[in-house]
């Protein structure tokens, strides 16, 4: 098979799935064109994310990678959600094929773009250089 | 569970009668046709008949049958024949079109590379090339045209005979990679007038690993696997003897089974399509009038092909699609590309291939399950939420 048990599990069974109504941060990465956006909202109370919801636009390993991404952020505080890697996801994941590597960097992009977000709403001081984009889609160059 | 194989493009399930074909040629006719002893003369024999057998299904004659191990061989083995006859006349332009199948496509860049100059036509909309079109692309130096008969991904029939003829007309080879049409509509290579024809035995209930070049007489193949003398020393290695000897029973079935099978696959299909354009913002690919009698492409707005394919699966479903995501490659099909969808729509896909096999009560399922799958991706992709309010434009109306 493609894919691992786990992320049939959690393409087949997401967790955290749909859309929140007044947010205190929301991230969206990914293009179209290139067939994955992934959207992430967070509920932050004192600087923890006490909930997460997602919406995902892709494949099978997008959507399991964007699960299992809320999974571990959840009830966590931020700076630990930003310490989130995409080796993290795909090794929580059981492993994504090569040609999907690109789904797990997505699911880190959005819970930082998320997090950011919450960061510029509220003014609040960050370091930029843990925003940097780390990546960049070797299709559209975005 | 109960698998519903709609995905019959791909390949298809081997006939009963295939089966029973090739079994004596495993079990007791195992022999090298190029031996003189009794057993490898029943195998030679076997080959005569099969090779007059497949000549007979598509109206050609024995002497213009070439066997390779499939239709891209075939393909490879036609348009590098063609270039190598042509340019010994300084003959070094091809046309073809853009939605060809990968064989014809990444040959045609091979040859590019070697100097010959390759035009890919556009399609409309529905992925046809039109005669007009072929003629205008001629010129002096052109050594061949390949079009395909019927495209493998949106099932559209191109009008391969008016094209021939142009070709016929202007002097120039016509090769056309019929893998996805022998064995479901009647074909009769003069009934065409195509020089070269490609079909695999595995699109039409036969084994995988068998194909055959046909090659108009007067014109000699360039031989691409170098060895001994089988094929008329145009193809090296010894013969996949049970393969062929089932691929010619595959294709006499097939093509005996054509007129009671196309009504009812047409039914099918034609249900199907229907049932699933009540999706919102979907879009049939393809022609509605010149399309395979089995074969049903669809777009979904909002979704993407792959999670599509794999829920449709957990339903016991076997489909396809055009989506990046399915093969790998970064870019969604170029079939669907080339008729004009724009990335995100050609990323929600779903090709539904249907065989004799398949049922109504099948069709039902699928259209069913597809409405389901479809709505249930769509509640979790933001894209669909945007279009919904408004904040991004609907492609498919």
New interface residues.
Partial sequence: MLYSERV?DH??N?RN???MDNADGVG?VGN????????IFLKIDNDIITDVK??????????ASSSMATEMIKGKPLSQALELTNQAVVEALDGL?A??LHCSVLAEEAVKAAVKDYYDKNGIEYDKEIFAQTHDC??CGE | MNRIYVDNAATTKMSKAAIEAMLPYLEECYGNSSSLHTVGQLAAEALFKARQSIAESIGADIKEIYFTSGGSEADNQALISAAEMGARKGKKHIISQKTEHHAILHTLKKLEKQGFKVDLLNVDGEGNVTPEQIAEAIGPDTALVTIMTANNEIGTIMPIKEIAAVCKEKGVLFHTDAVQAVGHIPLDVHDIGCDMLSLSAHKFHGPKGAGALYVRKGLMPSCLIEGGAQERGRRAGTENIAGIVSMAAALKEAIGNISENTPRLIAMRDRLIKGLSEIPHSILNGSIINRLPGSVNMCFEGIEGESLLLLLDAKGICASSGSACTSGALDPSHVLLAIGRPHEVAHGSLRLTLSEENTPEEIEFIIKSTKDVVEYLRNMSPIWQDLQEGKRKYVIQ
């Fill in positions: 049939m393409f087949t997401p799935v749909g859309t969206e179209v064109k290139c067939g994955d956006i992934m959207k997602f919406s995902t636009f892709g494949c099978g390993s997008a959507i094929p040609h999907k070797e299709h």
